[in-house]
């Protein structure tokens, strides 16, 4: 009676066997190539990250492109900035033009100081108020002086060719443009001393 004979496989062969011949098995293959054959949106989803991490290249492109999207927003971020900050400037510059255009007003008043002496002589002192006033060279400035001591304040400015006179009770205005800097002297004629109650002088000061 004839015995059949056996072939037996190589190690390699049952190696080889098991491993599917060095090759991705069937379902790995389909996974790679159709993901839409996976069963679950889950497996799918593990595939691409671990392809993914397989990848330098994917993940350098990754980051090179968030990098990209830092810059962009921090670029967009410096400009729109630099553009309110212009802006501020800019209506800033126009307020100081237009109050450089226009006229500035100063309000005073004529006012009295009184007080009696041990021996019952009472003395008094005009002045004008405030004393002094400063203004900018080329400034477009008007007075606006009311009457409130004293009956009449006749007046003059020093350096300025101006004349006028202050009553009780009234508003006297007087406009000026001083293209010099210095010190000017509001005199009031009546009291320009001590000797005539005074003195009442206010300083005009040009920067």
């Keep these: 009676m004839r015995k059949q004979a056996r072939s037996y496989a190589s190690k390699e062969e049952v190696r080889d066997k098991h491993r599917g011949g060095g090759k991705p098995a069937p379902c790995l293959r389909q996974a790679l190539h159709e993901p839409g054959a996976l069963s679950s949106q889950g497996e799918e989803k593990r595939l691409r990250n671990e392809t993914w991490r397989r990848d330098p290249q994917k993940r350098v492109q990754v980051v ?23 802006v501020r400037q800019e209506q800033a510059a126009s307020v100081t033009g237009t109050a450089a255009a226009g006229e500035r007003t100063i309000h005073m008043v004529t006012g009295e100081f009184k007080s009696t002496l041990p021996d019952g002589k009472e003395i008094e002192a005009y002045r004008w108020d405030p004393g002094t006033i400063v203004v900018r060279k080329g400034e477009k400035v008007k007075l606006s002086i009311t009457g409130v001591n004293g009956a009449s304040h006749p007046f003059m400015i020093e350096g300025l060719g101006i004349k006028g006179e202050v009553k009780k009770g009234e508003e006297t205005v007087v406009s000026f443009q001083a293209d010099k800097p210095g010190v ?3 005199i009031c004629l009546t009291h320009p ?7 009442m002088i206010g300083y005009i000061v040009v920067n």
């Design 64 to 86: 090179v492109l968030g990098r990209n999207k830092l810059l962009l927003a921090v670029g967009i971020f410096l400009l729109a900035a630099a553009y309110l900050l212009y």
């Design 193 to 199: 001393d001590f000797a005539h109650s005074g003195p």
């Design 184 to 186: 000017y002297r509001l």
